[in-house]
């Protein structure tokens, strides 16, 4: 096996070793059909039992009941800033957006250009969106209140959802789905792309609670509506097959090795504390999003000198250690610390920020 490096990519990004093992060992005869999973019927036992055991899944490491429904869906995340305001929100009504950087406004954009009613109630655009707006003031008849869980670009998560009382949440969780056990309750609608937190590029997870698929339209387009993805078990037509495949062993991973949500949340903590405890001590190095904002996934830095910002992306790869430049739209560095990156990733990262430091400090 060739040598494999520390992965802080963005996304597509790291997924567990053991995964990636497992795919291998079974990649030309799954589970004795004497075929690949890539070859494989959807419509076939084998995969049914994929896409099922991936959707119980869900449900249990989401905690969520028989009143949500799990889809598998293409397009990315990016479809989604479509496919919700299409489906959730009636031409007469408005909905509630919260911008906390180029997602969320992407997702506003989207809603727009079908000329749907929407309304921004808060923004963190005022302060080069490094921190999370408060005490937000919802309307009590938005559709629904969309918002934008962890902006990986920015680095900035929301540590607590908003109150919204009765109204519905809809959340872009594409960058920390999965990275800390949830609530549910007060969600409608929430949506992942796979290939930060879950899996390969290809696939993006929906979940949705079932009173609002009641509000989806007869008049769009079959491959738009999430009825038609509820309805045929996400098979409709053919499926991303090897993406839910990956994705199921993800589920798999979260599960039994790591042993739930409230254990991936406990390493995941350990691991960002690392690197912004010593972010924090450091005039090297600064981190960019307000202290109690700051994501669990992505931590955005600078160095105090930027110009020594190129020279420490490419030492890093050079030490293998990869993927630590920022988002090409704001600069700087940014470490993405999803589930996959082990703790001793982050201690390697965090050892050769010290020594380059000291080098050029
Ligand atoms: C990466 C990302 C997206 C875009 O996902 P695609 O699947 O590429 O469309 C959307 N939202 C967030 C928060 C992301 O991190």
Same mark, same amino acid.
């Given at each position: 096996?060739?040598?494999? =490096?520390?992965?802080?990519?963005?996304?597509? /990004?790291?997924?567990?070793?053991?995964?990636?093992?497992?795919?291998?060992?079974?990649?030309?005869?799954?589970?004795? &059909?004497?075929?690949?999973?890539?070859?494989?019927?959807?419509? &076939?036992? *084998?995969?049914?039992?994929?896409? %099922?055991? /991936?959707? $119980?899944?869900?449900?249990?490491?989401?905690?969520?009941?028989?009143?949500?429904?799990?889809?598998?869906?293409?397009?990315?995340?990016?479809?989604?800033?479509?496919?919700?305001?299409?489906?959730?929100?009636?031409?007469?009504?408005?909905?509630?957006?919260?911008?906390?950087?180029? *997602?969320?406004?992407?997702?506003?954009?989207? /809603?727009? =250009?079908?000329?749907?009613?929407?309304?921004?109630?808060?923004?963190?655009?005022? #302060?080069?969106?490094?921190?999370?707006?408060? %005490?937000?003031?919802?309307?009590?008849?938005?559709? +629904?209140?969309?918002?934008?869980?962890?902006?990986?670009?920015?680095?900035?998560? *929301?540590?607590?959802?908003?109150?919204?009382?009765?109204?519905?949440?809809?959340?872009?969780?594409?960058?920390?789905?999965?990275?800390?056990?949830?609530?549910?309750?007060? !969600?409608?609608?929430?949506?992942?792309?796979?290939?930060?937190?879950?899996?390969?590029?290809?696939?993006? @997870?929906?979940? =949705?609670?079932?009173?609002?698929?009641? #509000? $989806?339209?007869?008049?769009?387009?079959?491959?738009?509506?999430?009825?038609?993805?509820?309805?045929?078990? &996400?098979?409709? %037509?053919?499926?991303?097959? !090897?993406?839910? +495949?990956?994705?199921? @062993?993800?589920?798999? *991973?979260?599960?039994?090795?790591?042993?739930?949500?409230?254990?991936?949340?406990?390493?995941?903590?350990?691991?960002?504390?690392?690197?912004?405890? +010593?972010?924090?001590? &450091?005039? !090297?190095? #600064?981190?960019?999003?307000?202290?109690?904002?700051?994501?669990?996934?992505? $931590?955005?830095?600078?160095?105090?000198?930027?110009?020594?910002?190129?020279? !420490?992306?490419?030492?890093? @790869?050079?030490?293998? @250690?990869?993927?630590?430049?920022?988002?090409?739209?704001?600069?700087?560095?940014?470490?993405?610390?999803?589930?996959?990156?082990?703790?001793?990733? $982050?201690?390697?990262?965090?050892?050769?920020?010290?020594?380059?430091? #000291?080098?050029?400090?």
């Amino acid at each position: 096996m060739g040598k494999r =490096i520390h992965n802080f990519n963005p996304g597509p /990004a790291a997924l567990p070793l053991p995964v990636l093992e497992e795919i291998q060992g079974e990649f030309l005869d799954y589970k004795g &059909s004497g075929m690949s999973i890539t070859e494989v019927s959807h419509r &076939s036992a *084998w995969f049914e039992e994929v896409i %099922n055991d /991936a959707k $119980v899944r869900v449900k249990r490491l989401l905690g969520c009941g028989e009143d949500y429904e799990v889809l598998f869906i293409q397009g990315g995340a990016s479809l989604q800033f479509s496919m919700v305001p299409m489906n959730l929100l009636p031409d007469d009504q408005v909905a509630d957006y919260v911008n906390t950087g180029s *997602w969320s406004a992407k997702a506003i954009k989207e /809603a727009q =250009i079908l000329a749907k009613k929407v309304r921004v109630v808060a923004s963190s655009e005022d #302060r080069d969106f490094t921190y999370i707006p408060k %005490n937000i003031d919802f309307n009590e008849d938005a559709a +629904y209140v969309h918002i934008t869980s962890n902006n990986t670009i920015r680095g900035t998560q *929301w540590s607590r959802y908003p109150d919204t009382g009765t109204l519905p949440l809809v959340s872009d969780l594409s960058s920390d789905i999965m990275g800390r056990p949830m609530d549910l309750t007060s !969600f409608g609608l929430i949506y992942a792309g796979a290939q930060k937190n879950l899996g390969p590029a290809g696939v993006t @997870l929906v979940v =949705i609670r079932r009173d609002m698929l009641d #509000r $989806v339209p007869d008049n769009l387009p079959t491959m738009l509506r999430y009825t038609t993805f509820s309805a045929k078990n &996400s098979m409709f %037509n053919t499926p991303p097959c !090897f993406a839910i +495949y990956v994705v199921q @062993l993800v589920l798999k *991973w979260l599960e039994e090795t790591v042993g739930g949500l409230a254990k991936m949340e406990k390493i995941n903590k350990e691991k960002a504390a690392l690197i912004y405890n +010593y972010l924090d001590k &450091s005039d !090297f190095y #600064r981190g960019t999003a307000d202290k109690e904002d700051r994501s669990m996934m992505n $931590v955005t830095f600078r160095l105090a000198e930027q110009s020594l910002e190129q020279i !420490f992306v490419e030492e890093a @790869l050079a030490n293998d @250690l990869g993927g630590l430049k920022g988002h090409r739209s704001v600069g700087g560095c940014r470490a993405s610390l999803y589930n996959a990156t082990v703790l001793e990733a $982050v201690e390697a990262l965090v050892s050769f920020m010290t020594d380059f430091e #000291r080098r050029y400090g």
